[in-house]
């Protein structure tokens, strides 16, 4: 390992949070542009769950699941704002683990980085599995777990080419998923004027009718909420990426700009067509609500055709975990708090090992899914249930530190800049306390589950974290860091 790599240096809630002092992520590859850092936000915010979960939600709230996603969406926005403004005052392959620690310590990166690290493993075998089951449907004399095994080896392969590789790769597999999100818009929008041939235009009928807009009331909302919020998961991917594009800050910038309104567009706008044009309590809809709309609209094929376009969203959802699953603990390692192995780096400027690291948890826990889907994966999976609201928290934390930090030492550094500060930032907080309090006392029972085996893991994590840092005070370990660490003007911090 050359010497670049072995330098590590610790952050302490005194230091820059804008500082690059200490960072290995000049030893990334830059070749992300700012095209790409769109899409990888866009592409990680439409995945499977839209496809195949919003059924669910209508199912749950009738008609009313419109006001969930808005809610759920305003919420994915207001997290990105605030990952925008940190994001593009301090670029980092950590990202948000960067900024707790910025803002807390380094228990809060170290807990924050292993906690998005655990999920995003785990997350990638379920969509590993889940195409996997596509393509034996398509070819069913191939065994199952021999398409999970050829998809981990292709996308770990593709990973540890180049960040090029990664982003154009990415770029095309998101780009199938908005283009088949754009045409669906344009053509249930056709459909619901009545512009389609044999399509009479619905008016309000299916909003109003089988009991009402509201027909299992707020509890439906609610409910409703729990099951849609989680599928925004990875939108912010992108801002772990932003330390590897050629214009870090400006491209960050640009990023969380454009895909706010596209977000909202895009999960309201193609939710807002369904109920429109299909009954809500149809089986179509709990079954597969985008194939039941196109096929009322007359489109040939539909099975087939959104069974591509899972399969593509999966691969690409699994693509950009590993990505983000890599990098988080390659930024893990290089601020100590990881193994140090992890920091080797190609000439081309990826982490190999930590690729490498992330992928074989991920071909893990695929044997798992095939060998103990109940026994063993059921309870991982579970395991990760309400981990991004813990993560989402730590964001929202983090920026309520961090903005004051910067207003006073460095206010050139905010290019962007979080709405109504603090306001919006302390209603965010509230709104994620107020869903984990709905898991807590809500209907159902798995969401209970979930947070009970969340927390466990969040427990055990931040234990070792608190235990390590610690043991570094105990060692003079912070106080060499703090002695290293930068200020905004980039002089000396003093202690």
Same mark, same amino acid.
């Given at each position: 390992?050359?010497?670049?790599?072995?330098?590590?240096?610790?952050?302490? !809630?005194?230091? %820059?949070?804008?500082?690059?002092?200490?960072?290995?992520?000049?030893?990334?590859?830059?070749?992300?542009?700012?095209?790409?850092?769109?899409?990888?936000?866009? +592409?990680?915010?439409?995945?499977?769950?839209?496809?195949? /979960?919003?059924?669910?939600?209508?199912?749950?709230?009738?008609?009313?699941?419109?006001?969930?996603?808005?809610?759920?969406?305003?919420?994915?926005?207001?997290?990105?704002?605030?990952? +925008?403004?940190?994001?593009?005052?301090?670029?980092?392959?950590?990202?948000?683990?960067?900024?707790?620690?910025?803002?807390?310590?380094?228990?809060?990166?170290?807990?924050?980085?292993?906690? =998005?690290?655990?999920?995003?493993?785990?997350?990638?075998?379920?969509?590993?599995?889940? @195409?996997?089951?596509?393509?034996? +449907?398509?070819?069913? %004399?191939?065994?199952?777990?021999?398409?999970?095994?050829?998809?981990?080896?292709?996308?770990?392969?593709?990973?540890?080419?180049?960040?090029?590789?990664?982003?154009?790769?990415?770029?095309?597999?998101?780009?199938?998923?908005?283009?088949?999100?754009?045409?669906?818009?344009?053509?249930?929008?056709?459909?619901?004027?009545?512009?389609?041939?044999?399509?009479?235009? !619905? +008016?309000?009928?299916?909003?109003?009718?089988?009991?009402?807009?509201?027909?299992?009331?707020?509890?439906?909302?609610?409910?409703?909420?729990?099951?849609?919020?989680?599928?925004?998961?990875?939108?912010?991917?992108?801002?772990?990426?932003?330390?590897?594009? %050629?214009?870090? @800050?400006?491209?960050?910038?640009?990023?969380?700009?454009?895909?706010?309104?596209?977000?909202?567009?895009?999960?309201?706008?193609?939710?807002?067509?369904?109920?429109?044009?299909?009954?809500? %309590?149809?089986?179509?809809?709990?079954?597969?609500? =985008?194939?039941?709309?196109?096929?009322?609209?007359?489109?040939?094929?539909?099975?087939?055709?959104?069974?591509?376009?899972?399969?593509?969203?999966?691969?690409?959802?699994?693509?950009?975990?590993?990505?983000?699953?890599?990098?988080?603990?390659?930024? *893990?390692?290089?601020?100590?708090?990881? !193994?140090?192995?992890?920091?080797?780096?190609?000439?081309?400027?990826?982490?190999?090992?930590?690729?490498?690291?992330?992928?074989?948890?991920?071909?893990?826990?695929?044997?798992?899914?095939?060998?103990?889907?109940?026994?063993?994966?059921?309870? #991982?999976?579970?395991?990760?249930?309400? #981990? *991004?609201?813990?993560?989402?928290?730590?964001?929202?934390?983090?920026?309520?530190?961090?903005?004051?930090?910067?207003?006073?030492? @460095? !206010?050139?550094?905010?290019?962007?800049?979080?709405?109504? =500060?603090?306001?919006?930032?302390?209603?965010? *907080?509230?709104?994620?306390? @107020?869903?984990?309090?709905?898991?807590?006392?809500?209907?159902?029972?798995?969401?209970?589950?979930?947070?009970?085996?969340?927390?466990?893991?969040?427990?055990?994590?931040?234990?070792?974290?608190l235990i390590r840092e610690r043991r570094g005070r105990r060692g003079g370990h912070d106080?060499?860091?703090?002695?290293?660490?930068?200020?905004?003007? /980039? /002089?000396?911090?003093?202690?």
């Open positions: 390992m050359s010497s670049r790599n072995t330098s590590v240096k610790a952050h302490t !809630p005194g230091a %820059d949070p804008g500082s690059s002092a200490g960072s290995g992520d000049e030893h990334l590859g830059h070749g992300l542009k700012p095209r790409h850092l769109t899409m990888l936000a866009l +592409g990680g915010a439409i995945g499977a769950g839209l496809f195949v /979960g919003t059924g669910q939600g209508i199912r749950t709230a009738g008609p009313a699941i419109l006001i969930s996603y808005a809610l759920a969406s305003l919420l994915v926005v207001m997290i990105m704002r605030m990952l +925008g403004e940190m994001s593009a005052a301090s670029p980092r392959s950590g990202s948000f683990s960067v900024y707790a620690e910025r803002a807390f310590g380094r228990w809060a990166g170290f807990t924050v980085g292993w906690l =998005y690290w655990w999920m995003l493993t785990i997350v990638l075998a379920v969509e590993s599995a889940g @195409a996997a089951t596509i393509a034996h +449907g398509w070819w069913p %004399d191939v065994p199952q777990w021999a398409f999970a095994l050829a998809i981990m080896v292709f996308f770990t392969g593709a990973n540890l080419l180049s960040v090029k590789v990664f982003g154009e790769s990415e770029f095309w597999f998101a780009g199938v998923k908005i283009f088949a999100i754009v045409a669906f818009l344009v053509l249930g929008t056709l459909a619901i004027f009545g512009w389609l041939p044999d399509n009479d235009a !619905p +008016g309000l009928a299916n909003l109003t009718g089988q009991g009402g807009f509201l027909p299992n009331g707020w509890t439906g909302v609610v409910t409703g909420l729990l099951a849609v919020v989680f599928a925004f998961g990875g939108v912010e991917v992108a801002t772990i990426a932003a330390a590897e594009s %050629d214009n870090p @800050a400006q491209s960050v910038a640009r990023a969380v700009r454009t895909i706010v309104w596209r977000i909202l567009l895009f999960y309201i706008g193609s939710v807002l067509v369904i109920v429109t044009l299909l009954p809500w %309590d149809s089986d179509a809809v709990g079954s597969g609500p =985008y194939a039941a709309v196109l096929d009322r609209i007359g489109i040939p094929g539909t099975a087939v055709l959104m069974d591509i376009i899972v399969f593509v969203a999966l691969l690409s959802a699994l693509n950009t975990m590993l990505y983000g699953a890599s990098r988080m603990v390659y930024s *893990l390692a290089e601020r100590g708090e990881g !193994p140090r192995a992890l920091l080797a780096v190609s000439p081309g400027g990826v982490p190999r090992k930590a690729v490498l690291a992330s992928s074989a948890f991920g071909f893990v826990a695929v044997l798992l899914n095939v060998w103990w889907p109940e026994q063993v994966f059921k309870h #991982m999976l579970n395991s990760v249930g309400a #981990m *991004l609201l813990f993560v989402w928290f730590a964001v929202a934390a983090s920026q309520l530190v961090l903005r004051k930090r910067y207003e006073r030492e @460095a !206010p050139e550094k905010l290019v962007v800049r979080m709405w109504l =500060y603090p306001y919006l930032t302390w209603a965010s *907080l509230a709104a994620m306390i @107020a869903v984990l309090l709905l898991m807590i006392f809500g209907e159902s029972d798995d969401a209970r589950t979930q947070l009970a085996s969340s927390t466990a893991v969040v427990v055990v994590i931040l234990a070792i974290g106080g060499r860091a703090r002695g290293a660490a930068n200020s905004v003007g /980039g /002089g000396p911090h003093g202690e």
